[in-house]
């Protein structure tokens, strides 16, 4: 398929050469001389190439900070992609953009200097952000910079200056601290597992045998598992650090096999846990829950809408699989008064007082990851807990697994 390129224009009225790209005029210079020729093919490239280009034609102009944006924006929707989706750091990159935006939207992005920088890390701060998602979000203003000075709009020592400003501190600011991740109780899961979909259930018990990720659970299917030993193998088809070139291996034992064994026999490239099969066995459940005749009422099928906006996919991801496990939540760990009222009944302070219980009482999927780390950790070691995890290297795995005290007061018993 050929794409229209701009043509090598000449403007008659000032005898200069000129290109329209996107409605805008660059002037090139001298029409047919060897100059104006070379910008008009950089021009050309540019255009072609991904990303924002055309601010860079005109490298004279210094852009405000609402064009870096753009342009850098633009950038991350081609860079931070995998399988052809937007990660999630595109998403945090928006969000810390447009509190930039807000505060020097129109400021020259050469005069953003550390005083800038530091209000609105503050502004931050006044949101009631916690620590660490203001210094990641400091870093990605730093990244879009380097970004602006690789492309020559913006001088080095921009960047520079924006370094000399350090990150917060534990306890020496007043953004607030998030607790670490704990480990889940097996009692918190047990007492769970019941009030979730059957399939959904069948995915946590497989992620706490497993410690994979929550990403890895949602994406298993049956050509990824290698059957072929006593202990299978699960290579999944895409994993948080394959850009790194790291393969990601994850080892199934009978526990877990007799759970997967109920969803191997499809079609090798379909997924294993799918929406649309938990919602076709609870639509099963209650017909057979029904009281009313069959003869009475409405019929299976009769009363659900002709065009959906939202239908049940062939496959989890994350936030859904980590939705599905706090609806069950809520049902395992009602609060004592208020979850017996309807919605419409409760007063703001009282809605209040039950997402703060829900808050306190829901736990996420990649909690029992924890809880798996620890305990390999505590019965084979950390290099056994670093490879099921499947870290490259030990340090991040004692992020995951919880050391055991245990030990240390063993050790104190005998020697101290």
Known sequence: MSVHLPKYRHHKGSGQALVVIKDRRIYLGKYDSPESKEKYHRCITQLIAPGPTVEACQPDKSPTINALILG???????????????????YGIRATLRRLRQLYGKTLAKNFGPKAFKLVREAMIQEGLSRQYINDSMARIRRMYKWGIAEELLPASVLHS????????????????????????????????PCMPPVVADMAQFQRLTGCRPAEVCIVRPCDIDRSRDVWQYIPQSHKTEHHGHQRTIFIGPQAQEILLHYLARDSEMYCFRPCD??????????????????????PGDNRKKNPKRTAGDKYNSDSYRRAIH???DQAFP?????????????????????RWQSEHRWSPNRMRHTAATEVRREFGLEAAQVMLGHSQANITQVYAERDLAKGFEVARRIG
Request: charged share 25%.
């Open 335 to 355: 609060h004592p008064e208020l979850s017996k009222l309807k919605a419409s009944e409760l007063s703001n302070q009282q809605k209040e007082e039950l997402l």
């Open 327 to 329: 609806r069950a939540c």
């Open 162 to 193: 924006l370094e000399s400003v350090p990150g917060l501190r534990r306890g020496r600011s007043q953004a607030i601290e998030t607790c670490p991740v704990q480990p889940l109780p097996d009692d918190t899961l047990n007492a769970t597992l």
């Open 72 to 90: 850098y924006h633009r950038y991350a929707q081609t860079y931070y992609v995998k399988n052809g989706k937007p990660t999630d750091e595109v």
């Open 278 to 299: 938990s919602e076709e066995k609870r639509r099963a459940a209650a017909h057979a829950a029904r009281i009313t005749p069959l003869s009475c009422g409405n019929g």
